[in-house]
């Protein structure tokens, strides 16, 4: 199975765990090594934040035995995003399905609602 | 047009009592020393009726959560022994608060949800907030005329959401 995993740089909060839970999410339920993963790092301008984000998702990834690579993705997220999956047949795409009002509330980002509803593949949103 | 909302309108204080629109003596008392009851409030709450996430499911979740709500000024609406409404208005570090209310399913479409938000901004104000905010999903039409009727007006949209503000 190949996963697509997308995660994004709030400039807010950076490089903290939910930052990274769409990725925990993929490690905890993934299980055969033949699974592929890819993750995309998106919404970040060069700098301390983007690295730290890199670093631990890479770091996160060492104990995986399967194929796994990071990546950033510049320019334009969502449209990237789209393009680098119709260059290989991925079966997933998980993200992040949003931040939280201080009362609790889910607020999907744009980035989801704009994959939900153009992604040809599945869509996985982890809160 | 919607009426015009100013500093002066009337907001009742609670404690009070109300008769809801099937007859049923409810009172509205400020959120105190009620926790318990809260946590078996939420834990009755149907999950087919949750929104945007909310309430959280199981009283591991809830507690925490009750305990963020507390950090500002709450509302209970209470018939007989349970409590059957919530409403908070909690901080958002940024100088206004975010809304939110909760009615269990059976007293919904009774008047009990708007009192409970009148009584709500009453107490808020009372205490110092100056202005409410809240997002609601924009196909929940019994809840958005819950918010025009208390007098907010919509602020904004993101996506599936709408934003809705007023001052006190």
């Known amino acids: 199975m190949n996963v697509l995993v997308v995660l994004e740089l709030d400039p807010d909060t950076g490089a903290d765990d939910d930052a990274l839970a769409p990725l925990d999410w993929v490690l905890q339920r993934a299980r055969r090594a033949s699974d592929r993963i890819a993750v995309l790092l998106v919404g970040a301008a060069p700098g301390a934040p983007a690295e730290a984000l890199e670093e631990r998702a890479t770091r996160r990834l060492g104990s995986w035995p399967g194929i796994a690579h990071v990546r950033r993705l510049p320019g334009e997220p969502p449209r990237e995003i789209l393009r680098v999956l119709g260059h290989e047949p991925w079966d997933e795409l998980v993200v992040s399905g949003g931040t939280r009002t201080p009362a609790g509330k889910i607020r999907p980002g744009s980035l989801a609602e704009y994959l939900l509803l153009n992604a040809p593949v599945t869509l996985t949103l982890v809160r | ?168």
Do not use: C
């Open chain 2, 1 to 168: 047009m919607s009426p015009v909302r100013s500093a002066t309108e009337i907001l009742p204080l609670p404690p009070f009592g109300l008769q809801d629109a099937l007859g049923r003596r409810v009172f509205i008392r400020p959120a105190g020393e009620d926790t318990e009851a809260l946590v078996a409030f939420y834990e009755r709450f149907d999950p087919a009726d949750r929104a945007q996430g909310l309430p959280p499911t199981g009283s591991a979740r809830i507690r925490p959560w009750l305990a963020v709500l507390a950090e500002g000024p709450g509302v209970v609406a209470w018939h007989e022994d349970h409590a059957v409404g919530h409403a908070s208005l909690v901080p958002d570090g940024r100088g206004a608060h975010e809304l939110v209310v909760f009615v269990l399913q059976g007293y919904r479409g009774t008047g009990i949800g708007t009192t409970l938000v009148r009584a709500l901004l009453g107490l808020g104000r009372a205490r110092g907030v100056t202005r409410a905010w809240l997002t609601v999903q924009r196909w929940n039409h019994a809840a958005v005329s819950v918010y025009r009727k208390t007098g907010f007006e919509r602020a904004g949209e993101e996506g599936l959401e709408i934003i809705m503000s007023r001052s006190l």
